[in-house]
């Protein structure tokens, strides 16, 4: 598909495509601005594209109605994404507006006094954040015209993909490193579309999708995290934009947030600065955190060794979902947590076994290995000083543990094993009396 781009300001022109209130897409590096169409690199200076809006103006309390009236999912938000006005009547999954837990079990346990919530994307679709990702892409993807939706993905984003394609009545053929979980393949797998497994890692699958975009067998496709980067990425704001709704319109001091290849981290800031910036919440600090596993963290390497740059690394962690060792959006996660005085950690992958049982244990909360790194690594800052326990604070569950059932079944089994009989179960000595 020949798509124009256009150098120099748009905003003037009615954009060729509806997708609501986005105007233009602009380079993040250099700032200039492109039409509305599927790319994902600047022209000029091949930095990343982002989306542009003409966002609403009118009274802050307006939009906050406005928005507190729409439907229980992330079109509440509409007004704010690249979608069109409609886009809640179309055949979608509707993600979005998953629970904040309000988490005193684990608070107690972990000594922090400020009111910790746990924010819980396993509550989606098809059980983790990419959900909200997916569903902005799809309405890209109808835009363009692309007839095929595809992705490269470290599991979760591959079962997403394939049932946001199955509802809206696209083909979908996804890319997945070929060893991932057996419960991320049987999910990218079970909604009908073509599941490729690539021998490599997710790196690997990545930069054989970057070739098929560039090759005729690929024409027509609409990859949501390669040519449609630039509106996937959007919907992760709208993790931000629930967070402080559900918070009663207010931002949380502190949030803690998994790092795969960092798109979400940098699009929830995104989210916090747009908040602010239409008067929807008060204009004060907040502090991001980044976590990674021991076994894949570039960005909490460059983080600690106070460099710009991330040198890339070769995966090697039960927390595949995160297991991206060239992480795009590495620099900016740099720049977002140095600005706003947080900080980018990483625990071992038995630090994440035991931080997915301490979820589970003191909330009822089963996550994935993704939340496993995320609270291991918020209790580490916290016993490190450098999380305050008296500020409130959020941590993102991005997964389902009925996922990743491998990294806990060793460690968790049936208490006992008995005969059906009152005298079996007493010799059991389970109760006390
Ligand atoms: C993809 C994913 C993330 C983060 O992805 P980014 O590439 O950093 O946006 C976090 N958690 C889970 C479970 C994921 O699948």
Redo the contacts with the bound molecule.
């Keep these: 598909m020949a798509v124009q781009t256009v150098a120099g300001n748009t905003t003037s022109s009615a954009p060729a495509v509806d997708l609501g209130p986005a105007a233009a897409l602009s380079c993040r590096e250099c700032g200039e601005r492109f039409e509305l169409g599927p790319l994902f690199a600047c022209a000029s200076c091949f930095g990343p594209l982002e989306v542009a809006y003409d966002l609403p103006t009118g009274s802050p309390e307006e939009l906050r109605k406005r928005i507190e009236a729409g439907p229980d999912n992330i079109w509440r938000y509409a007004p704010l994404l690249p979608v069109p006005a409609d886009v809640a009547e179309k055949p979608n999954l509707n993600p979005g507006f998953t629970k904040l837990v309000k988490a005193d079990n684990l608070a107690r346990e972990l000594g922090v006094t400020g009111g910790l919530y746990v924010k819980d994307d396993s509550g989606n679709p098809t059980h ?3 959900d909200r ?1 997916v569903a902005i892409a799809v309405e890209a993807a109808r835009a363009f015209g692309f007839t095929t939706l595809s992705c490269s993905s ?4 591959a079962g997403a993909v394939g049932a946001a394609a199955a509802r809206a009545g696209l083909r979908s053929c996804v890319f997945i490193p070929h060893d991932l979980e057996q419960g991320k393949v049987v999910m990218a797998a079970v909604y009908g579309g073509e599941l490729v497994g690539i021998e490599g890692n997710y790196d690997d699958v990545n930069r054989f999708c970057s070739e098929l975009i560039g090759d005729p067998l690929g024409e027509g496709w609409g990859f949501v995290n390669v040519n449609l980067r630039p509106y996937y990425g959007e919907g ?1 704001k709208t993790l931000a934009y629930e967070i402080c709704e559900q918070l009663g319109w207010r931002l949380p001091d502190q949030i803690v947030i ?8 940098t699009k929830i800031d995104k989210g916090f600065q747009e908040l602010i910036k239409l008067g929807l919440v008060e204009d004060r600090a907040y502090k991001i955190f980044g976590a990674q596993a021991e076994g894949c963290s570039p960005v909490s390497a460059a983080f600690k060794a106070g460099h710009d740059v991330v040198r890339p690394q070769k995966p090697n962690t039960i927390a595949k ?2 297991a ?1 060792g060239n ?1 795009a ?1 590495g620099p900016y996660v740099l720049d977002i947590a140095r600005r706003t005085g947080g900080a980018v950690e990483d625990v071992t992958d038995e630090q994440v076994v035991d931080a997915i049982k301490l979820l589970a244990r003191t909330e009822g909360v089963f996550g ?1 290995t ?2 496993g790194v995320t609270l291991g690594v918020t209790k580490k800052l916290i016993e490190a000083g450098v999380i305050d326990p008296a500020l409130t604070t959020v941590v ?1 569950n ?2 389902d543990g009925l996922k990743t059932l491998d990294a806990v079944s060793a460690t968790s089994q049936a208490t006992a094993t008995i005969k059906p009989s009152l005298d079996a179960f007493r010799a059991a000595g389970l109760v006390a009396n």
């Design positions: 983790s954040f990419k990702v470290t599991g979760n984003l992760s998994p790092i795969a290849s960092g798109s979400q981290l979902s995160l991206i992480p959006d994935e993704a939340g993102l991005t997964g």
